[in-house]
């Protein structure tokens, strides 16, 4: 199994960076959202569910406070050192900031590490897609924690350590979708989170003879974190006006029938789209989770449609790349569903495609893409995995 060479390759580099002794392995998933976009810091329904792809972690306790980190996908960064106790954010420290920011939002809530640690990591999830990989690297670096110093967290608490690092360390303000999927995942079912409570369901995710498949721009980077920020700025401004109609603490708990009947209360046209896109997508959630639960995945497929020109239009965080994928997949017979997924403006698109189109699907999405954008995407097939665990021999 490819898995089994990436954990040898990254036991022997941790010897090499570290020394040999013991060396305990982690896993925490990347994740793929089905439904529910933009809505988790709505206090929303989504239904993410975690992959087999993800980033291992090879973890030891040293005697010392130091904090050692590496990863084996940007060994340019070479070896990040950082001290226990002087936990700050720094440029150069790159990626690593998010698994020092997880350290620190422990050492916040009074979980103390007694001693540092040497970590060295691997992932498997191509890197900025838009499938979590920074969420995996915090769920993945709490559960390092909770393994080598017996903190007496759950899951759901190191996914909110992972949020909180991600928001007050990193400066992205993120909601919880990510870290949870990552932290609570269960193999072949999806997580149907109610963000405002925490409340879930798992989900079973049973397509028949369709599977999922995750096609990826391969758009390059943009600067997607300061566009994030200003939706949520925008859905805040929403709520703020809708709050002079309604008793609400997010705008979630509107019904479409009563958001109809007071949307006026928002002037400006970009903001009003923002709260219809919230609104209608919570409703959409709900539905689609109700369809698949009865079977009826040709009808969760449609809303997946949906979703999709809500956040083109809306919400609009879609982007030509994405909005050309989602076009051409509906072109192909045998696509079930197909929608962007994850925050947007480039990352990938999810779809359902039954198992005797994939090919063509594959071969008509990829050419037509290449031609309408110069660029190439890369197609995964996926199986929906478990969460953040430790990996036992
Ligand atoms: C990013 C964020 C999540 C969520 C999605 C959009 O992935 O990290 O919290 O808001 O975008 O649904």
Known sequence: MKDETVIVNLKE????????????LFFAPGRVNLIGEHIDYNGGHVFPCALTLGT???ARKRTDRK??????????????EADLDHLVYQKEDDWANYAKGVVWAYQKHGFQPDAGFDLCVTGTIPNKSGLSSSASLEVLTGTVLMGLYGFDNDQIQNAQFGQLAENQFVGMNCGIMDQ?????GKED???????????YQHVPVVLGDAKLVIVNTNKPHELTNSAYNDRRRECEEALEMLKTKADIKALCELTLERFEAIRDVIRDPVVLKRAKHAVYEEARTVEAVQELNAGRIEAFGQLMGQSHISLRDDFEVSCRELDV??????KVDGTIGAR?????????TVNIVRDDAIDAFMESVGKHYTEQTGLTASFYVVSIGDGAHEVLA
């Open 325 to 330: 994928l989602v076009d051409e997949a509906w």
């Open 13 to 24: 580099t941790f010897a090499k960076l570290f020394g040999e002794g013991e060396m305990r």
């Open 340 to 348: 962007m997924t994850g925050g947007g403006f480039g990352g990938c």
């Open 56 to 58: 291992y972690g090879v």
């Open 180 to 184: 949870f999927a990552s932290a609570m």
């Open 67 to 80: 904090i050692r980190f590496y990863s084996t996908n940007l060994p340019d960064t070479g070896v990040i």
């Open 189 to 199: 079912s999806a997580i149907f989170l109610n963000c405002a409570t925490l409340d």
